[in-house]
């Protein structure tokens, strides 16, 4: 059974950084694009952006109002992808997504609260 | 950038009746790009469909896809009262994805 769990949630000052994690079990890590999707409070689903297997580069791509603040990394010996957040502001308050695929986001892990607040 | 507008914004049926959704690209899209998604009330969003009509395994074949281009459409041939959720579409083509707004579908 596939699993993702992600971790590092909380509350943030505006201005602030936080990294989120994603641990996946389940499946042949190295071998999954992996990606963050956002939801805010009673609101849709927002892409935010995602990593390719290194086998496809490795490379990175990124929602426009997260471009250039935030930054996906990952690590294949651990199975778990990470979502560094930086220049945080109250627009970002949102449960954060983990998922992985081979083309799309076809496993989600239950998400992780960030509250951008003073 | 793909812009992804869904309509209608609510849908209001009753159990046992079709349902249409509709997923408007703002320029033409690679059709095994565009995938479905269901998220019910308090859960974690699933998948549906992707590359417009092509079924994940377990989801029952009351859903199908359909579409080219510009317009896509997610038929729900039966509601069951599990079908009651929000719908999103989703483009996963080139370097920006992104999601629609999303249709709920209520119970009328």
């Known amino acids: 059974e596939v699993q993702l769990v992600e971790s590092g949630g909380g509350l943030v000052k505006p201005g602030g950084s936080l990294r989120l994690s994603c641990v996946a079990s389940?499946?042949?890590?190295?071998?999954?694009?992996m990606g963050w999707v956002r939801q805010a409070p009673g609101k849709g689903l927002e892409w935010v952006g995602r990593?390719?297997?290194?086998?496809?580069?490795?490379?990175?791509d990124y929602g426009a109002p997260v471009k250039g603040r935030f930054t996906i990394l990952r690590d294949d010996s651990k199975n778990t992808v990470y979502l560094q957040m930086n220049s945080l502001n109250t627009e970002d308050t949102a449960k954060y997504y983990c998922?992985?695929?081979?083309?799309?986001?076809?496993?989600w892990g239950q998400g992780t609260l960030v509250t951008v607040s003073s | 950038e793909i812009v992804l507008t869904q309509s209608p914004d609510t849908l209001s049926l009753s159990p046992g009746e079709g349902a249409s959704l509709s997923c408007r690209a703002s320029?033409?899209?690679?059709?095994?790009?565009l995938a479905w998604f269901q998220q019910r009330a308090g859960q974690t969003p699933r998948i549906l469909m992707y590359?417009?009509?092509r079924r994940i395994s377990g989801i029952p074949d009351r859903f199908s896809g359909s579409g080219s281009g510009t317009d896509f459409t997610l038929t729900i041939s039966t509601l069951e009262p599990e079908d009651f959720a929000v719908y999103y579409c989703?483009?996963?083509?080139?370097?920006?994805?992104?999601f629609g707004q999303g249709t709920k579908v209520e119970i009328k």
């Open positions: 590359g417009t009509s």
């Open positions: 989703h483009y996963y083509g080139g370097s920006s994805w992104t």
């Open positions: 320029q033409n899209v690679d059709s095994r790009n």
């Open positions: 389940g499946l042949t890590f190295s071998n999954m694009w």
């Open positions: 998922g992985s695929g081979w083309g799309t986001f076809d496993y």
């Open positions: 990593i390719k297997r290194k086998a496809d580069g490795g490379t990175t």
